[in-house]
């Protein structure tokens, strides 16, 4: 060996002395550097998901993003290929379909155009493009994606279910297995898997999958979801064992009221594992009467009440082949059960941010609390130790008292209480299971041992949304009040759009989503998120059009048809479309539209909407503390205006689907309802018959006033907000549009106002009281730190965070053009106010980075862009006085800035994508802004 060792370092010697001689380019000790090309494609997904092993679809869209070194890059044509193995597709043969060299711009939402997939098929993709500037990118890197099953009779499971009397709401989570053994070597397999109930699935000892209350919340009865997993690397040639654990969850656990058993009385699972060997034959695993059942630790589990789990009664072990399960017993198999099985569309929930012990106080009353800093949904895991058969419990409350107690009256009858028995004098790791919380405080009753983060961490669980948007100025209470909105946001989107997680509701509350989507297209990509809940609002809208409250539906069926609410039927579909581009939705949900505004037509009279209930500007201002002391808005007025909007979002659709029948038909309706409500609401002067902020921002806002008395009705809308000394009295309809009315009727300086007021009511008054999410009313907690009705008086809901819309799209001003939707075509025009000096802005769109960042020094105005490949921008640049330079540049040399132009005191240009910088100085006037 050492003579062949010393052979090899001669030759390597003498190959360096040659190179060096003749000079020849030698890679010793150095890395060959590989150019990266000018034009390159990334982040391939379909149907907004990357890699997915269950699509539906029959024609799956595709998305990309182009990465560029250049300005102005435009995608000119795209070309995208298709294959059933990987690396065959990059070698170009075996292909199964391609689009050939396509003449456009379009990088999302192509669709799939090759043969028909069939169930379970798996196939790869690539794309490469060209841009304006001639040169090709080369091909991206291969994805995937994988057909679900497509037809009912792809199933061969049978449902399961155990036969205890003791299978009721509240009881214990019964525990299926079964053994099976597998004969060859394995390829590939797959676990097709739904439930009665909520599920845990576990493979020879391990957890399958990282996500939480599978299959997730739908209309059960109309749409259950199924989940796919990729168990290739938990199986093995021999035996295998597979264990699944089911909890009430939301099909038969406690709701609103305490009604149980909403969607069926017994639980149940339905599995099927899909094995496929390297000798190309398959196996398939199903449930069947075969599989055995018993009960274990958890011996209660719901959202509402939390966690009974009595370590005692563990069954080490229960989910491989080698556990003996003398004693369990068979399971009944129930063919009655019919299902309308789809695959999971939205993002699964999941565990996220940890957060640790942010101190350990002892309250008045005695009580040992646990502050983790951030009102939070998830849950606590804890490493303790305690002696077998001692119960430790934990209580978890949004807020402590003004005496510094712990809080829970506002929580009305959901315990959110775990109970941990333990089950030996060691060290002892526990987290729930079937439940979560919505806490920043935690009490812990029954241990008095040391509390540190080794021991105590709280988990955040909410949907897989990636965080897109992020927003910072220089004011620090704006910037915490950013923090609460994507912390409300994150709490309460837990596979559907809940109005709070904490007390006994936690419900897919309409209004409360519809005043919040825009606001959370910017924060999050809820894409899937909404895609998904939207077809459930379908498949619960009654048959004449009505809307219900909440979606999925758990009320009563009289429970429908709101103003405000029910219009979330047209609002989310059309937020989603101008967020993401998506026509889809659209085309999805147009029949749900149509029939919603269907529906107010059939219960208007002379165009009015004037019968029903409706809940009204929810949770506006009631104080007498002012003058006026009187913020209440007609229902009527407000439920006539939302009329209107939603036949114009009607209109929009339409328009965008090419059904110009009904363009022409429902424009002329629109008409009419607006004619209505000037004859029933609106003086001649133009003076409303609600003189509150609200009634005059709905009629701004969607335009229900002729142009010439528009004006008139701004400056009375300011009157008002002056007449509270520019605090805000709106409530949740009026809410999400007042500073967008203000900024749109060049009231921007009030707007800034409303969002810099520190007292009650504003948006700054719960910051200052130390909030760390929205709170559900102004004065959750009053001026004298006592509390709001605990009947209703949630410490974590969105609804008010919707100002998060106006400040991105308005401070640091990155908005669509409607006509270009998805962030196409970018506007970039930021308005100064509020003392700021800095403001700035990214938002990760289906395109790439969306960049705003402007600050003022010394009257110095600086804004920085980005603009991601094939989008253009137009930037308006506020209060111009002299010569604006780009990147040290005049702006009129810049040959990718062009149709320069003047707007009063503003500059506005057309920009094509690559990074700008913009100095210039400011008028006068805005030199304190």
């Known amino acids: 060996m050492n003579y062949i060792a010393s052979r090899v370092?001669?030759?390597?010697?003498?190959?360096?002395?040659?190179?060096?001689?003749?000079?020849?380019?030698?890679?010793?000790?150095?890395?060959?550097?590989?150019?990266?090309?000018?034009?390159?494609?990334?982040?391939?997904?379909?149907?907004?998901?990357?890699?997915?092993?269950?699509?539906?679809?029959?024609?799956?869209?595709?998305?990309?993003?182009?990465?560029?070194?250049q300005r102005n890059v435009i995608q000119t044509a795209y070309e995208i290929r298709v294959g059933k193995n990987a690396v065959s597709l990059t070698k170009g043969k075996n292909i199964l379909w391609t689009s050939g060299?396509?003449?456009?711009?379009?990088?999302?939402?192509?669709?799939?155009?090759?043969?028909?997939?069939?169930?379970?098929?798996?196939?790869?993709?690539?794309?490469?493009?060209?841009?304006?500037?001639?040169?090709?990118?080369?091909?991206?890197?291969?994805?995937?994606?994988?057909?679900?099953?497509?037809?009912p009779e792809d199933w061969t499971a049978q449902w399961i279910q155990n036969n205890y009397d003791s299978d009721t709401t509240g009881g214990p989570s019964p525990m299926f297995r079964k053994v099976f053994k597998l004969n060859h070597n394995i390829r590939a397999a797959h676990l097709y898997v739904t439930a009665h109930g909520v599920f845990e699935a576990q493979l020879n000892g391990k957890r399958i999958g990282n996500d939480y209350f599978a299959p997730g919340w739908t209309s059960y009865n109309k749409r259950l979801q199924y989940q796919v997993y990729d168990v290739t690397?938990?199986?093995?040639?021999?035996n295998n064992a597979v264990g699944v654990t089911i909890g009430d969850g939301w099909y038969r656990g406690y709701t609103y009221n305490r009604i149980k058993n909403v969607y069926g009385k017994k639980l149940a699972l339905l599995f099927q594992l899909e094995v496929l060997y390297t000798n190309g034959k398959r196996e398939i695993i199903t449930s069947d009467k075969s599989w055995k059942v018993s009960y274990g630790a958890i011996r209660s589990s719901s959202f509402f009440d939390g966690e009974l789990y009595d370590a005692r009664n563990e069954k080490p072990n229960w989910s491989t082949a080698t556990y003996i399960d003398k004693g369990w017993d068979s399971v009944k198999v129930d063919n009655t059960i019919k299902e309308n099985l789809v695959t999971l569309i939205g993002p699964p929930v999941k565990k996220h941010e940890q957060f640790f012990p942010l101190k350990v106080l002892t309250t008045p009353e005695g009580d040992r609390v646990v502050d983790f800093g951030q009102n939070l949904v998830g849950w606590v895991k804890f490493k303790l130790k305690g002696k077998a058969g001692d119960t430790l419990k934990l209580y978890h409350a949004e807020?402590?008292?003004?005496?510094?107690?712990?809080?829970?009256?506002?929580?009305?009858?959901?315990?959110?209480?775990?109970?941990?028995?333990?089950?030996?004098?060691?060290?002892?790791?526990?987290?729930?299971?079937?439940?979560?919380?919505?806490?920043?405080?935690?009490?812990?009753?029954?241990?008095?041992?040391?509390?540190?983060?080794?021991?105590?961490v709280a988990n955040a669980l909410?949907?897989?949304?990636?965080?897109?948007?992020?927003?910072?100025?220089?004011?620090?209470?704006?910037?915490?009040?950013?923090?609460?909105?994507?912390?409300?946001?994150?709490?309460?989107?837990?596979?559907?759009?809940?109005?709070?997680?904490?007390?006994?509701?936690?419900m897919g509350w309409t209004g409360d989503a519809q005043a919040f989507c825009r606001t959370a297209t910017f924060n999050m990509d809820v894409a899937g998120f909404f895609t998904k809940w939207l077809k459930d609002l379908s498949a619960d809208q009654h048959k004449d059009g009505a809307v219900p409250y909440?979606?999925?539906?758990?009320?009563?069926?009289?429970?429908?048809a709101a103003s405000g609410w029910s219009d979330v039927a047209t609002i989310a579909p059309w937020n989603i479309y101008l967020a993401y581009g998506d026509k889809q939705v659209l085309e999805q949900q147009y029949e749900s539209m149509k029939a919603w505004v269907g529906y107010i037509q059939l219960h208007s009279r002379n165009y009015l909407w004037d019968t029903g209930n409706h809940f009204g500007d929810w949770l506006f201002y009631a104080g007498t503390d002012y003058a006026d002391g009187a913020a209440l808005t007609d229902k009527n007025l407000i439920a006539q205006a939302f009329y209107a909007h939603s036949t114009q979002l009607l209109i929009n659709a339409a328009t965008i689907l090419g059904k110009e029948e009904d363009v022409t038909k429902y424009t002329g309706l629109l008409a009419n309802i607006k004619k209505a409500f000037m004859g029933e609401y609106v003086t001649p002067n133009g003076r409303m018959i609600s003189g509150t902020q609200t009634s005059y921002v709905l009629a701004l806002n969607f335009d229900m006033l002729p142009e010439n008395l528009r004006e008139s009705a701004a400056k009375r809308l300011v009157n008002n907000i002056e007449d509270y000394d520019g605090h805000i009295t709106t409530g949740f309809l009026g809410t999400p549009y007042i500073c967008h009315v203000l900024s749109r009727f060049g009231h921007t300086d009030m707007a800034y106002e409303?969002?810099?007021?520190?007292?009650?009511?504003?948006?700054?008054?719960?910051?200052?009281?130390?909030?760390?999410?929205?709170?559900?009313?102004?004065?959750?907690?009053?001026?004298?730190?006592?509390?709001?009705?605990?009947?209703?008086?949630?410490?974590?809901?969105?609804?008010?965070?919707?100002?998060?819309?106006?400040?991105?799209?308005?401070?640091?001003?990155?908005?669509?053009?409607?006509?270009?939707?998805?962030?196409?075509?970018?506007?970039?025009?930021?308005?100064?106010?509020?003392?700021?000096t800095s403001a700035q802005a990214e938002l990760e769109t289906l395109y790439g980075k969306i960049k705003s960042a402007w600050t003022i020094d010394n009257g110095i105005f600086t804004l920085d862009i980005i603009v991601p490949p094939n989008t253009t921008a137009q930037v308006v640049l506020p209060s111009v006085t002299d010569q604006i330079t780009e990147s040290g540049l005049d702006i009129n040399t810049v040959k990718e800035i062009t149709n320069i132009a003047k707007e009063g005191n503003d500059e506005q240009m057309n920009i094509g994508s690559g990074t700008y910088h913009f100095v210039y100085t400011l008028k006068v006037k805005n030199k304190k802004s």
Not at 110 to 133: E, F, I, T
Not at 407 to 433: C, G, M, W
Not at 784 to 801: I, R, T
């Open 101 to 151: 060299k396509v003449a456009s711009d379009q990088s999302v939402h192509v669709n799939y155009a090759g043969p028909a997939l069939a169930s379970r098929q798996k196939v790869y993709w690539q794309v490469r493009v060209w841009n304006n500037y001639g040169q090709a990118s080369p091909w991206s890197m291969v994805n995937s994606w994988k057909m679900g099953l497509l037809h």
């Open 754 to 836: 409303l969002l810099m007021k520190e007292s009650y009511p504003s948006w700054l008054y719960p910051v200052k009281n130390g909030a760390t999410t929205i709170w559900e009313r102004w004065d959750g907690i009053k001026p004298d730190k006592s509390f709001e009705d605990p009947g209703m008086n949630s410490f974590n809901h969105y609804a008010y965070g919707a100002i998060g819309d106006w400040m991105y799209r308005v401070i640091t001003g990155i908005n669509t053009d409607e006509a270009a939707p998805g962030f196409h075509k970018i506007i970039i025009a930021p308005h100064l106010g509020g003392k700021l």
């Open 462 to 506: 909410y949907s897989d949304m990636a965080q897109t948007g992020t927003f910072s100025t220089s004011n620090p209470l704006v910037n915490q009040l950013q923090h609460n909105i994507l912390w409300g946001q994150k709490g309460n989107f837990i596979d559907v759009p809940t109005d709070c997680p904490q007390r006994d509701e936690r």
């Open 233 to 238: 690397g938990g199986l093995k040639k021999g």
């Open 399 to 456: 807020v402590l008292d003004q005496k510094g107690n712990f809080y829970t009256k506002n929580l009305r009858t959901a315990k959110q209480e775990i109970q941990y028995i333990f089950k030996s004098d060691s060290v002892e790791t526990y987290e729930p299971h079937f439940t979560f919380q919505g806490f920043r405080f935690l009490k812990i009753v029954g241990y008095s041992g040391v509390i540190d983060s080794t021991n105590v």
């Open 9 to 69: 370092v001669r030759k390597k010697v003498l190959f360096i002395i040659i190179a060096v001689l003749f000079g020849f380019k030698t890679t010793v000790a150095q890395k060959k550097v590989v150019p990266v090309p000018p034009l390159r494609v990334e982040n391939l997904i379909c149907e907004y998901k990357t890699n997915p092993i269950a699509i539906e679809a029959a024609n799956p869209r595709l998305s990309w993003k182009l990465l560029a070194q």
């Open 550 to 560: 909440v979606i999925p539906n758990m009320l009563d069926s009289t429970l429908a």
